[in-house]
């Protein structure tokens, strides 16, 4: 999707933690965005990022470093229901987004 | 329950059918997005309005159109439908300044 690249598949184990990365290769955007997606269900709003650095939000929490283009979401003690894809999106506030591909976490237990 | 509302929720066709897929954004936002999602390919961005103007337009095709009426409901018309037009389409909706899309639960098209 436009120059943004995540892993295709990633597996963990339930408890554990994962990091799921993405890499961009576009500037002049305002934000980051992080979002959940269930097969068939709409996409969910998880987090975003505005400046460099970590946002936490419980049980994920999100990095951004602009100078790198990259930004990556950290997921702590995995439980079975957060077997999703996660798609990560660069936009501004207020206009359309660009998504990447998404990457589709299955947690094992 | 993101407070956007598609209908229908799914639809099955012919190709080259017409139909019509109508999205309700939450109280209060004034845009409107539509997306694409087919299997082999991610969300793809169709367009963008805001309150009754068209502000973006991404990967759309030309027979596909859309309006945002004054209530601030949107339509999206997809016409001379193709196999390939089999997908899910998704409206999301936001309010200026803030950050975030709300999707809401998609319309699965079936084109036979």
């Known amino acids: 999707g436009q120059n943004i690249d995540q892993p295709t598949e990633m597996t963990a184990t339930e408890g554990a933690i994962v990091q799921i990365n993405c890499t961009y290769q576009t500037s002049g955007f305002n934000g980051l965005f992080w979002y959940q997606q269930h097969a068939g269900e709409a996409p969910t709003f998880l987090s975003y990022n505005v400046l460099d650095g970590l946002e936490e939000k419980g049980r994920f929490s999100s990095f951004l470093s602009r100078s790198k283009g990259y930004s990556y979401l950290l997921l702590k003690e995995l439980q079975m229901k957060d077997s999703a894809s996660y798609l990560c999106?660069?936009?501004?506030?207020?206009?359309?987004?660009?998504f990447g591909p998404g990457t589709r976490l299955s947690v094992l237990p | 329950d993101s407070g956007v509302t598609q209908t229908p929720k799914h639809l099955i066709t012919a190709t080259g059918q017409r139909v019509t897929l109508r999205c309700s954004p939450r109280?209060?936002?004034?845009?409107v997005y539509w997306y694409q999602q087919s299997l082999d390919q991610g969300l793809q961005f169709l367009i963008h309005?805001?309150?009754?103007?068209?502000?973006a337009k991404g990967n759309i095709l030309e027979r596909f159109s859309a309006q945002q009426f004054p209530d601030l409901h949107s339509e999206l018309n997809l016409s001379s439908l193709e196999l390939g037009d089999s997908a899910l389409y998704f409206c999301?909706?936001?309010?200026?300044?803030?950050?975030?899309?709300?999707f809401g639960p998609g319309t699965r098209l079936t084109v036979l």
């Open positions: 109280s209060g936002d004034l845009s």
């Open positions: 309005y805001y309150n009754g103007e068209e502000r």
């Open positions: 999301a909706s936001s309010v200026k300044d803030s950050p975030g899309q709300f």
């Open positions: 999106a660069r936009g501004n506030y207020g206009q359309n987004f660009v």
